[in-house]
Nanobody, 120 residues
Framework: QVQVVESGGGLVQPGGSLTLSCAAS????????MTWYRQAAGKQRELVAHITIGGSTNYTDSVLGRFTIFRTNAKNTGDLRMNYLKPEDTAVYYC??????????????WGQGTQVTVSS
């Protein structure tokens, strides 16, 4: 079993910054990818940023140049650094971690989400 915990959400003014953290633990042999999603009220969940074990990244267009995804392979953790936040970034942010267990089984585990509210 793999557990994923997000942290770092909160209330921030437009133009401000926040850093979200994601930590995976449990039966983990390797992590292949870490992905941040968000879901605003009344909307579908959308992919925000993705990073592979090799460090390749991709972002949804609306956050390009403002958000940066990082991961620390050895510690099974990662961050999403968010700058120049806008009210439309308000959402619950979720971390999804993909990898394999010690038994060689693939997993894709979700955290419980962390709320980000951008408002003056």
């Amino acid at each position: 079993q793999v557990q994923v915990v997000e942290s770092g959400g909160g209330l921030v003014q437009p133009g401000g910054s926040l850093t979200l953290s994601c930590a995976a633990s449990g039966n983990i042999f390797s992590i292949n990818s870490m992905t941040w999603y968000r879901q605003a009220a009344g909307k579908q969940r959308e992919l925000v940023a993705h990073i592979t074990i090799g460090g390749s990244t991709n972002y949804t267009d609306s956050v390009l140049g403002r958000f940066t995804i990082f991961r620390t392979n050895a510690k099974n953790t990662g961050d999403l650094r968010m700058n120049y936040l806008k009210p439309e970034d308000t959402a619950v942010y979720y971390c999804n971690v993909g990898g394999s267990t010690w038994a060689g089984l693939p997993f894709a585990s979700w955290g419980q989400g962390t709320q980000v509210t951008v408002s003056s």
